[in-house]
């Protein structure tokens, strides 16, 4: 994640906003879960930054979400306002993630700024990183955190699934592939948990 962020602020020197905008984007799919296509979808009036709280509207279910987020991400999204309300004072229209040339970020715009970033931080050794990857990243690293606070996961899961913006768990359940962090915490707890019983 920092070899991504880092690399956003070389993928135009010329035009700091569109590495702004980039960083800014990596990080919130990473600490958010969103989709791509939820984050470039946001408007302005979607993002609550006083309550910290996104309004994902008609997303892949045809509903809409509220999607709280934490006090760091609420930081780096104010930052990025100032810089682009500084850019783009009188705004083409009312996205909240914005291109180089001041109107709405497209999911192409993303997907080949992305791309960039990922060549520029060499991450494009075997099969290349995508932004939904993040959402993966995101839900993995839940569980495992919630694994290592010995949370009952079995009850949390459909918090996160609500959270994803799915409409049973079964859907969420792609997303919790077994990497080995992942696997070593949930074969440790079944251990001491049998261990103690």
């Known amino acids: 994640m920092a070899s991504l962020i880092d690399a956003c602020a070389r993928i135009s020197p010329g035009t700091p906003l569109r590495g702004r905008t980039m960083a800014t984007l990596i990080g919130l799919l990473a600490s958010s879960g969103l989709r791509s296509g939820e984050v470039v979808s946001l408007d ?15 997303t892949k279910f045809r509903k809409d979400r509220l999607v709280p987020v934490h006090t760091t991400t609420q930081t780096a999204l104010r930052q990025y306002v100032r810089e682009r309300d500084a850019a783009f004072p009188t705004p083409k229209d009312q996205a909240f993630f914005l291109s180089s ?4 970020l497209s999911a192409t715009g993303l997907q080949n700024g992305f791309a960039e970033v ?3 931080a060499h991450l494009d050794g ?5 932004p939904h990857d993040l959402r993966h990243r995101f839900a993995v690293t839940r ?4 694994h290592q606070q010995r949370a009952d996961v079995q009850a949390l899961l459909p918090l996160l699934a609500t959270y994803l913006g799915h ?12 990497s080995a962090d992942l696997l070593a915490i949930a074969a440790e ?7 103690a019983a």
């Open 44 to 58: 302005r009036s979607d993002v609550d930054l006083a309550n910290g709280v996104l309004l994902v509207r008609k």
């Open 167 to 178: 409409a049973s768990y079964s859907d969420t359940a792609y997303y919790l592939t077994g």
């Open 143 to 146: 569980l495992s955190l919630w």
């Open 118 to 120: 990922r060549k520029l």
């Open 189 to 195: 707890r079944a251990f001491l948990d049998g261990g």
């Open 101 to 104: 040339r001041g109107n709405r």
């Open 126 to 130: 075997g099969k290349p990183l995508r």
